[in-house]
Structure formats: C-alpha cells, structure tokens
C-alpha cells in the first residue's frame, strides 16, 4: 500500500506505504505483507513483566483518521492496528497468529473462504459478529465513503469489489455474507494464494454498524468517537500533540496484554526526540545520521531493517519535462544512492536497485531472492544522466526546467529533499528543484489528488507478495495518481494474476519483466533507498515486534521488565 518519507523518530514510516506504501511514523500511504523481514526491536524478549506497564512514544505527524476504511498513512495504521483486530494479526517474524477468526476452511477451487469466529467483544460490550466484517468491507468499497484502500484491496480480489466500487452493482453483492453472527463466508474472483495474509490489513478490519451510524461524520474523528476490539482503546486524543491508548479489558485475549497504556507524543524534531529519550520522558526515538554513530554503542541502540522502499513519484500529467522519458532517467540517475545510505541517513538503510525491495520475497523455485534473480535496475551514472537529461530537454524545447518537489516538512525529511536538490542542480545543468515540504497530512492529501509534480515517497508490503509493489501502476489503478500508462505492463500484471495465478514460476517471470519495463524502459519511478531504523529503545521494554505490513511495530505482546 506501502503507500511515500524519511529517517525520523520511532514508530514514524509509504509504502507508502503503500503506500503504500506502511507503521509509526511511516510517510507514506503505505502500504504493508505478512512480514518477511521482521524481528523483535529487542532480541531479549523473555523475562517477567513488572512495575509500571506504561510507554511513552513518537509520532512524526497526526493521526488523520482512526476509520479503517478510510486510512491511508502509515501513522494512522500503527495506531488503529493495536485498536482493533481483524480475523487474524501478526506476530512475530510476521507469522500469522489468532485474531477474530477461530477457524477456516478454503474450498477445493480456493476461491471460497469461511472463517467461523471466536467469542469476541467490542469497548462497548457488544459482540464482534459477522456482520461486522460484511459491513467493514461493504463500506470499503462503496464510492460513497470513498475509501483509497478499499478498491484497492478488495479489487479483483473479493468477488464483484470492482463493480461495487465503481457503482456498477450495490454494496450488498459484494462477495461477502454472514450465514450466523459466527460464520463468514467470503467468496474470491479467483484463487489467492496470499488471501488470508491480506486480512490482517487495517482495510479488512470489522466495523460496529450501529456505532459508526450513531456517530456519523464524527466517527473516529475523535477519541470518544473511537471503538475497539483490539489490545487497546483510544482515551485520549489531543490533536497535534499526541494521544492515549489503554489496555482493552473487553479485548478476547487480554490476558496476553501486559502494558496498561501507550503514551504517544507527536515530535518532528530528530534532535528533540534525543534529548527527551536521555531525560527519561521518551522510551523510544529514532536516530538520524547525526545521531548514529553517538549512540551505536549505547545500550537501547538497534537498528531494524524493513522492506519499504523511498522513491521519486514523476507525475507525468503536471509537469512537461517529466513527461519525457529521458528526463525522467537523467534524474533518476543523478542521485548517488550510496553517499545518501552512508552519509546522509547513515542508520542502515540500503540503496535500491529496483522497485521490489531485498530480503522481501523469494524465487517460487528457489531460495534466491527476487532482487537478485532481477538483478539491479537502477544505479547512479552522473555521465549518463547528463547525456540523457540534454537530450530529454531538446526534445521538449527548453534549456531549462524547473520542478517541484513534494516531501514531508520533518527536520530529517528537509535534509534529504535538500540533498535531492543537491544533487540534481549540480549535474543537470538548467535544474531547478523547488523543494515543497509540508506536513504529513497534507503531503498525503496532496498525494491522493495527484497534486504533486516530483514527490519523495513511500511504500510499503501490504501482504508478501511481489504484486503489492508491481500492481500499483496498473493503467487507471487506485495508486497510479501520476499518469503512468504502459499497455504492455498492464497485460503482465493481469495475466499474473489471472491466467498464471497459480502458475507461480511463470508468475514470477511476468513480475521480472514488468519490473523491467517500469523501471529500465520506462523510468516511471525511480527507487532511490530501501528503509532501516536506527534506533534507541529503553532495554526494559522487550516483545516489541517490528512487521512488514500493517503497523510497523506490534505492542500486544510489549512488556516492561523493572
């Protein structure tokens, strides 16, 4: 999902992402799988809780909704993800582990799913029944909520979502049904090998029907507008400045719970963080370029690698120049990816080398990971930018070009687009970056509507899967708000995953040329670091899981240990 944006405090992220694509203080519309690279954030994880069960962490922005149908941002997933639970979550090395759901069976074809569900209650005291999950996702697809994620996930997935979504046929002929308030059946267009990963996403949450009517356009606007039937529930709500979540006694499984509350302070300042974390106030924060090779070898140090990808958006309907092909590359090429990694960020990030990151998924016939099957994409070539970049500006006419760049306004943010403006002005003569930082919501918003010319984005897994990077810029798609249309790709995707959607091999070698073309051919993005967090977290705190998907970090299984 997951889905655009850099190195700022902890439980800060697409995606996204996304996106996009996706966790604490992500940037992006994320995005988030069902967590290939993931790991305790403190490898000494066992021991007895005891003290005081309470944490205070960082937000880089505001939480824009806590609707699940309606989320879009990596901030707003954190912390609606340890507010309710869908029919499964995940845990650590990203497995799937119990939620809603009890049980499940798959028909012969994989095309029909029903999940019997567990005894469960909502904060209120109402039982979490079946219906909640037909209306959830009935409600995700309906143009009139007008959810981002919900076409997006539900799309060619869940039978008849593409109709729902564009008005064609109403919401209650949506593959979905509750035959009892303890039985769900789902009905797919085809197989899904991943489907079940996928439900642990925010967008396949359950919804109160009664309570989401009842409050309206204040539904989870704010905290007394809020409902759970997660580990946690919303108490507090401070716009701007943080906001309380408190152990869940009406959650099924609170007895695996252990913190009584989560303290969440929004701050944007790196340098701020620090100083909070060192003066006990915080017990998180993350660590930029400046900060790392201070604190390596202070004991709350870690560092967590994840597979999200940053990189440029080139929206092709607002800008001239980027809507030539050779620009796009000679951009894309200015960019030395290796002096950002290890100078700028310098807290374990990677450069990339193509849009699918490292250490996500492997080869269905091998253990050799789709990176390196694919092989590198994308590189930096100062000769060649400018070769391409003096040919693109020919062929559109002008010795000069000026575009703006759309990034967060965090302090970390505003060093690296500096440093993309840096970078470009001074190999690609007649450059001009005008670089736009703004806050995270409206960097969001401005995503959304495709307000953007260059944005410095985010995305990351939404399921372990290559086709939540590569679908994204499918011709029209919920994702592709840049004016990026290549038949060729598009007929890839598809025939993925249909024709060969249980075919993984030949699968897989669509998802290799597709990659190709998006990025070699066409330059339609452009890869620029695959993410890591250095980070300081108070070694009392242990069973604090970093995932690829949904929320960054999970907090259920959090303890502190005195």
């Known amino acids: 999902m997951r889905k655009a944006n850099y190195v700022i405090l902890l439980l800060l992220l697409m995606?996204?992402?996304?996106?996009?694509?996706?966790?604490?203080?992500?940037?992006?519309?994320?995005?988030?799988?069902?967590?290939?690279?993931?790991?305790?954030?403190?490898?000494?994880?066992?021991?007895?809780?005891?003290?005081?069960?309470?944490?205070?962490?960082?937000?880089?922005?505001?939480?824009?909704?806590?609707?699940?149908?309606?989320?879009?941002?990596?901030?707003?997933?954190?912390?609606?993800?340890e507010t309710v639970e869908g029919l499964y979550r995940l845990g650590e090395d990203g497995e799937l582990r119990d939620g809603i759901a009890e049980s499940s069976e798959v028909s012969e074809d994989g095309t029909t799913y029903t999940f019997k569900l567990r005894d469960a209650k909502w904060s209120n005291g109402d039982p979490v029944t079946a219906q909640d999950f037909v209306y959830a996702w009935q409600r995700a697809v309906d143009p009139e909520v007008g959810s981002e994620y919900g076409p997006y996930m539900l799309g060619g997935v869940v039978k008849n979502a593409t109709a729902v979504s564009e008005g064609e046929m109403d919401v209650e002929e949506l593959g979905v049904k509750a035959e009892d308030d303890k039985t769900f059946v789902v009905n797919l267009e085809k197989p899904i090998p991943y489907f079940e990963s996928m439900t642990a996403f925010i967008t396949f949450m359950p919804q109160n029907q009664d309570y989401v009517e009842e409050h309206g356009e204040d539904y989870a606007t704010e905290a007394e507008y809020t409902l759970s039937n997660g580990p946690f529930k919303m108490t507090e709500w401070d716009h701007g400045s943080g906001w309380k979540l408190e152990k869940n006694d009406s959650y099924w499984d609170a007895s695996e719970v252990?913190?009584?509350?989560?303290?969440?302070?929004?701050?944007?300042?790196?340098?701020?963080?620090?100083?909070?974390?060192?003066?006990?106030?915080?017990?998180?924060?993350?660590?930029?370029?400046?900060?790392?090779?201070?604190?390596?070898?202070?004991?709350?140090?870690?560092?967590?690698?994840?597979?999200?990808?940053?990189?440029?958006?080139?929206?092709?309907?607002?800008?001239?120049?980027?809507?030539?092909?050779?620009?796009?590359?000679?951009?894309?090429?200015?960019?030395?990816?290796?002096?950002?990694?290890?100078?700028?960020?310098?807290?374990?990030?990677?450069?990339?080398?193509?849009?699918?990151?490292?250490?996500?998924?492997?080869?269905?016939?091998?253990?050799?990971?789709?990176?390196?099957?694919?092989?590198?994409?994308?590189?930096?070539?100062?000769?060649?930018?400018?070769?391409?970049?003096?040919?693109?500006?020919?062929?559109?006419?002008?010795?000069?070009?000026?575009?703006?760049?759309?990034?967060?306004?965090?302090?970390?943010?505003?060093?690296?687009?500096?440093?993309?403006?840096?970078?470009?002005?001074?190999?690609?003569?007649?450059?001009?970056?005008?670089?736009?930082?703004?806050?995270?919501?409206?960097?969001?918003?401005?995503?959304?509507?495709?307000?953007?010319?260059?944005?410095?984005?985010?995305?990351?897994?939404?399921?372990?899967?290559?086709?939540?990077?590569?679908?994204?810029?499918?011709t029209g798609g919920a994702n592709n708000n840049m004016g990026y249309s290549n038949d060729e790709y598009d007929a890839l995707i598809e025939q993925a995953n249909n024709e060969y959607a249980q075919q993984p091999e030949k699968r897989f070698e669509n998802f290799y040329e597709a990659e190709k073309i998006l990025l070699e051919e066409d330059a339609a993005v452009a890869p620029l670091y695959q993410d890591a967090k250095a980070m300081l977290q108070r070694p009392s705190i242990k069973g604090v899981y970093s995932t690829a998907t949904g929320p960054e970090f999970e907090f259920k299984w959090a303890h502190v240990e005195e």
């Open 258 to 474: 252990q913190l009584n509350e989560i303290n969440v302070e929004v701050v944007k300042d790196t340098a701020t963080g620090v100083n909070l974390y060192e003066s006990g106030q915080l017990d998180f924060a993350n660590l930029s370029a400046e900060f790392v090779d201070q604190y390596r070898s202070n004991e709350g140090f870690t560092n967590v690698e994840k597979p999200y990808l940053y990189f440029f958006k080139f929206n092709q309907d607002n800008n001239e120049a980027l809507a030539n092909v050779n620009i796009r590359k000679a951009i894309s090429m200015a960019i030395d990816r290796e002096s950002l990694v290890d100078v700028i960020l310098n807290d374990g990030s990677v450069a990339a080398e193509g849009y699918v990151p490292s250490n996500f998924v492997t080869a269905p016939d091998s253990e050799t990971d789709f990176r390196e099957v694919n092989g590198q994409l994308v590189e930096a070539n100062e000769e060649k930018a400018k070769e391409l970049w003096q040919k693109g500006l020919e062929e559109i006419g002008k010795d000069s070009v000026t575009i703006e760049l759309l990034g967060d306004d965090t302090d970390t943010v505003a060093e690296v687009t500096a440093y993309y403006k840096e970078q470009i002005e001074s190999k690609l003569e007649g450059a001009t970056i005008d670089v736009l930082n703004v806050p995270f919501k409206e960097r969001v918003r401005r995503d959304q509507e495709s307000e953007f010319e260059m944005e410095a984005a985010t995305w990351g897994p939404d399921y372990t899967d290559p086709n939540t990077y590569l679908n994204m810029y499918l």
């Open 15 to 81: 995606l996204t992402m996304a996106l996009a694509a996706c966790g604490f203080g992500g940037d992006d519309s994320a995005d988030q799988g069902d967590g290939s690279d993931s790991g305790d954030t403190n490898e000494e994880s066992e021991g007895e809780a005891s003290g005081d069960q309470s944490i205070t962490v960082t937000s880089k922005s505001e939480i824009p909704t806590m609707d699940s149908a309606l989320i879009s941002d990596s901030v707003a997933f954190q912390w609606s993800g």
